[in-house]
């Protein structure tokens, strides 16, 4: 019998071909989610999209069908709310950060050979008449078979599907347990690798050994700025209304951190540039080719809670003190020139009450730093070679370095 596609490739000439210029591809498990690298890539075909593999592994993960990721990146992505079977029809919709596309059933970690895929691009946003044929036969469970799955994202890995999620064990009756090493900052559960329904809202300062509340369309959730959960372990219990209850167990400790967080890597409070703190009190740094006129601010306790710009965005000068004030809001900061790169030091004096810091960056190409009057170090000289108890005002050398204090 001929396929559908030939049957219905006039239907959709007019109504829901797409522009010449449409591209799509398959990325999941098997490229490592890549946009641009050993993509699967469609061809246009009897007036729809066709793909072909000699061998495809849907992997744990699955798989999605991106639209124009050159162009548009991860906009258009397409995937499906349920497993799917090889040999019959689907319609995928497009949804931000939507479901990805399993075989048979959900982490069914598949490998196919001699793979056709097939579409044709709806008109509202859909690929309809989407089908997988290959050499093997692949079936969809029965209902009642599908065990849904849940993971923790949070401020730790990044809020990626991708990067380390912790990943819960199903324990049977609705339990669900994971454990890891150590955890921190905000985090939802989310069900079936979709923010659909994201299960939050059980409370910022969770302690070891209670049981919290967790809401589906819930805010954040997790620990108080500044607090490490070690050796933590969770039980999530899904209720019959969708919603949960989650218990944690562990150890905490406070570990205060401050860190430049910015567009030069990406805004990810967890890869933050971390100031390390000095005998005196402060924290600095150093970086290498930092960006001229890119934003940032300086995040504390790896949470988006930061010493920051009193205006969004303020255009600082080298080697001058900024007061910046502790909240969690879009003013950010800038420095030196659009297109240039500078080798910085980073000086930061937090305030007693830690609701102020004074920030200074020097190019260090200049080979002069800039502190704080009133800063003591342990190992200052004058420029005459004595040694001092503190900086004077004028040309000190600290830690080898020339610094003028005003």
């Not at 000699?54 to 069908?65: L, S, V």
């Not at 070891?208 to 805010?219: A, Q, R, W």
Request: hydrophobic letters at 35%.
């Amino acid at each position: 019998m001929k396929r559908l596609f030939t049957l219905l490739m006039s239907a959709f000439t007019l109504v829901g071909m797409a522009n010449a210029q449409d591209t799509y591809i398959v990325t999941g498990d098997y490229n490592n989610w890549s946009l641009s690298e050993n993509c699967i890539t469609f061809v246009e075909s009897d007036g729809g999209f066709a793909a072909t593999a000699a061998e495809f592994t849907t992997g744990t993960w699955g798989f999605k069908i991106i639209k124009n990721p050159a162009e548009t990146g991860w906009t258009y992505q397409y995937g499906y709310n349920e497993p799917i079977a090889t040999g019959k029809d689907y319609t995928l919709f497009w949804i931000e950060d939507g479901n990805n596309i399993y075989l048979g059933s959900e982490n069914n970690n598949v490998t196919l050979h001699n793979v056709k895929f097939e579409f044709y691009p709806g008109s509202d946003n859909t690929l309809d008449y989407f089908r997988i044929t290959a050499d093997e036969e692949i079936t969809v469970g029965e209902p009642g078979e599908k065990v849904d799955e849940y993971m923790m994202v949070g401020t730790w890995q990044g809020w990626s599907f991708e990067n380390n999620p912790l990943k819960f064990e199903h324990q049977g009756d609705g339990v669900y347990t994971a454990s890891i090493d150590e955890i921190y900052g905000d985090w939802k559960i989310v069900k079936n690798n979709s923010w659909t329904d994201a299960l939050g809202g059980g409370g910022m300062n969770m302690q070891p050994g209670n049981t919290y509340n967790l809401y589906k369309g819930g805010d954040n959730t997790g620990f108080a700025a500044g607090v490490v959960l070690r050796n933590g372990s969770f039980t999530l219990t899904i209720l019959e209304d969708g919603n949960a209850t989650i218990a944690v167990e562990g150890s905490t400790a406070v570990e205060h951190s401050y860190g430049l967080v910015g567009a030069f890597q990406g805004w990810n409070t967890g890869t933050a540039a971390f100031l390390e703190q000095q005998a005196d009190g402060s924290w600095t740094t150093d970086i290498d080719a930092f960006p001229g006129n890119q934003m940032f601010k300086v995040s504390i306790d790896k949470t988006w809670e930061c010493f920051l710009a009193q205006d969004a965005p303020t255009q600082l000068s080298f080697a001058t003190p900024y007061t910046c004030a502790r909240a969690n809001n879009d003013n950010n900061f800038t420095i030196g020139e659009d297109g240039a790169s500078y080798n910085v030091h980073v000086v930061l004096v937090v305030a007693a009450d830690e609701q102020s810091a004074e920030l200074t960056i020097t190019d260090k190409t200049s080979g002069m730093t800039l502190l704080k009057t009133g800063m003591t170090r342990s190992n200052i000289y004058n420029v005459m070679g004595q040694q001092l108890t503190a900086p004077q005002q004028g040309l000190n050398i600290i830690d080898g370095k020339i610094v003028i204090i005003k």
